[in-house]
């Protein structure tokens, strides 16, 4: 859920790895971009894994064979440009069913993914008679929400009660299947979605080897940018790479530090990193209850607060949710006056941290916020923002919360501990670590007194809260800007809302978003100005694939 920092500073990219020392090739770029060069060339070398899971086509043999791909190809340039709402209005005007749908990203996934992008673990053998018995239902006047009859994709993190396995890409949980469904996926059922399938991830999370590519996990192998030889970002790499390469509609990833919004600008997509306690932690695979969530990735704002609707119900069994007051319905949110009035924080101070270009794609973006009238004003953030060191918690977290799912979640598993994952790992690291477990080695030795924990992570809160809170306050902004995951280790930390939009792309074609953080609970506010800067400014271009 988390991209770990690479070194202890919140300005540089949220990652698990440390920094080599610079070599003479690449003494000119920033630590930044280092890092970046480093990780592109790990996700384009020979390796691959032993221990990959081939995506199983055969539920779906012999309806894909009847498809034409010319049809196929017209209906993803349609698909490309247009929202749930559009989609619901072909259904309704019997243009276009559940069914078709769901095969037409099936056959997306056969023709892009499989092998290639790899930003899919495992498909829902289901999948084609959920949308069958969606469109009977549509028929019958038993739509329950704009979500009914949409492809939903789950990071593979997220329990889901049937045959789909939740394993955070690992070989230890290959077999490891849930209780029962998370309350969330129960929460997309009720709204009428299909779970098409689970999404690849930087295994665990990103909580498993300080030099791990991003997008890398045992049982997924590499998954790709669809933009190019890029950085795919991480942790929901997969979530963020399927929604930007159409083949699905919508997806859910989950983030710690920086791991939906990171990927998010990376593959030129929406997504949401929402207040902590907005959508349940029930059966997600965890690393610290202290800043977990879910949250929705999509290609436009539009769609991105259909799928919240169907994510924000109170969960009586998360100790947060009941904080998060009634359900909001985000769509009442889309209004294109957003901008009207607003004031925009953007953070300055740490220029000498930024990727070459992000200067200027930031400068273009402040440009076309003045340009539709929205005050922007330079701030900074105290030094000591930067330096809030709350993961060290996450190790002790992650050892307790994960033996806690293991044991009370998984099933048709032998593994029921972090102690035996270590194990089982050693048995064959080249198969089952190709880049080591050390974070998963370091968090079985508890450091902290429980009493010591508690107090870390709750000064920790409070301090983030306080530098995002005086930073809206002292300088009366409604919201603090930056680009891509800048702000990763202090607006999880404070468990407050990020959202990131497409900002356009380097010379290299390599995008990169912007982001805007918020109070706590200020989610739908992050919403409606969003949507009002897409729709006046859509900046998003769609990715070639081959």
């Known amino acids: 859920m988390r991209n770990f920092l690479f070194f202890v500073i919140a300005l540089s990219i949220s990652c698990s790895e440390k920094p080599d020392l610079p070599n003479s090739s690449s003494t000119v770029l920033s630590p930044r971009d280092q890092y970046i060069e480093k990780q592109v060339a790990k996700q384009y070398q020979k390796q691959s894994s032993l221990a990959k899971k081939d995506l199983d086509f055969s539920p779906f043999k012999e309806s894909l064979s009847q498809l034409n791909s010319e049809n196929?190809?017209?209906?993803?340039?349609?698909?490309?440009?247009?929202?749930?709402?559009?989609?619901?209005?072909?259904?309704?005007?019997?243009?276009?069913?559940?069914?078709?749908?769901?095969?037409?990203?099936?056959?997306?996934?056969?023709?892009?993914?499989?092998?290639?992008?790899?930003?899919?673990?495992?498909?829902?053998?289901?999948?084609?008679?959920?949308?069958?018995?969606?469109?009977?239902?549509?028929?019958?006047?038993?739509?329950?929400?704009?979500?009914?009859?949409?492809?939903?994709?789950?990071?593979?993190?997220?329990?889901?009660?049937?045959?789909?396995?939740?394993?955070?890409?690992?070989?230890?949980?290959?077999?490891?299947?849930?209780?029962?469904?998370?309350?969330?996926?129960?929460?997309?059922?009720?709204?009428?979605?299909?779970?098409?399938?689970?999404?690849?991830?930087t295994e665990w999370a990103n909580f498993m080897s300080y030099g791990a590519a991003n997008g890398f996990s045992t049982l997924g192998g590499q998954n790709k940018n669809p933009y190019g030889k890029f950085d795919v970002g991480g942790s929901s790499s997969g979530s963020a790479s399927a929604v930007s390469a159409n083949l699905v509609t919508v997806a859910i990833g989950t983030e710690t530090a920086g791991s939906i919004?990171?990927?998010?600008?990376?593959?030129?997509?929406?997504?949401?990193?929402?207040?902590?306690?907005?959508?349940?932690?029930?059966?997600?695979?965890?690393?610290?209850?202290?800043?977990?969530?879910?949250?929705?990735?999509?290609?436009?704002?539009?769609?991105?607060?259909?799928?919240?609707?169907?994510?924000t119900k109170p969960d009586p069994n998360d100790s947060e949710t009941p904080l998060t007051k009634d359900p909001v319905d985000y769509t009442k949110y889309l209004n294109l006056d957003g901008l009207q009035g607003k004031t925009i924080g953007l953070v300055t101070g740490f220029e000498e941290k930024l990727r070459a270009e992000d200067k200027e794609i930031q400068?273009?973006?402040?440009?076309?916020?003045?340009?539709?009238?929205?005050?922007?004003?330079?701030?900074?953030?105290?030094?000591?923002?930067?330096?809030?060191?709350?993961?060290l918690t996450f190790y002790q977290a992650f050892h307790h919360e994960l033996?806690?799912?293991?044991?009370?979640?998984?099933?048709?598993?032998?593994?029921?501990?972090?102690?035996?994952?270590?194990?089982?790992?050693?048995?064959?690291?080249?198969?089952?670590?190709?880049?080591?477990?050390k974070i998963l080695e370091q968090s079985l030795l508890d450091q902290y007194s429980l009493e010591q924990f508690e107090h870390y992570n709750t000064i920790n809160r409070q301090k983030a809260q306080k530098y995002i809170d005086d930073a809206i306050k002292q300088n009366k902004v409604d919201f603090i800007l930056t680009l891509s995951n800048y702000l990763s280790g202090i607006y999880p930390t404070a468990g407050y809302p990020a959202l990131c939009l497409p900002a356009g792309y380097r010379k290299s074609g390599e995008p990169v978003g912007f982001t805007l953080v918020g109070g706590y609970l200020d989610d739908a506010k992050l919403i409606e100005f969003a949507y009002a800067f897409e729709q006046k400014y859509f900046l998003r271009q769609a990715p070639i694939l081959e």
């Open 403 to 437: 033996n806690d799912y293991l044991q009370k979640v998984a099933q048709n598993t032998n593994i029921h501990s972090l102690e035996e994952i270590v194990a089982f790992n050693k048995k064959n690291l080249a198969i089952h670590a190709p880049y080591g477990q």
């Open 72 to 201: 196929q190809k017209k209906l993803a340039q349609k698909l490309e440009k247009i929202t749930i709402l559009d989609i619901q209005k072909l259904f309704s005007q019997k243009l276009l069913s559940s069914e078709e749908l769901t095969l037409h990203f099936l056959y997306q996934i056969q023709k892009y993914d499989s092998n290639k992008l790899n930003s899919i673990l495992e498909l829902n053998p289901e999948a084609l008679e959920i949308a069958k018995r969606c469109d009977k239902e549509r028929k019958e006047g038993q739509a329950p929400s704009l979500l009914h009859g949409i492809p939903v994709l789950l990071k593979d993190n997220i329990a889901s009660g049937d045959s789909l396995h939740n394993t955070a890409g690992a070989k230890a949980l290959e077999n490891a299947q849930a209780d029962q469904d998370a309350f969330l996926v129960q929460s997309l059922r009720e709204s009428g979605a299909i779970i098409i399938g689970k999404a690849n991830l």
């Open 363 to 391: 400068d273009q973006i402040i440009a076309l916020l003045k340009k539709a009238k929205v005050s922007v004003k330079e701030i900074t953030l105290p030094p000591e923002a930067y330096e809030i060191k709350y993961y």
């Open 261 to 311: 919004i990171y990927p998010s600008s990376q593959n030129s997509v929406v997504g949401l990193k929402p207040s902590l306690g907005l959508v349940s932690r029930n059966r997600i695979i965890p690393i610290t209850s202290a800043q977990d969530t879910a949250g929705p990735i999509a290609r436009n704002v539009t769609d991105l607060s259909i799928l919240l609707n169907a994510m």
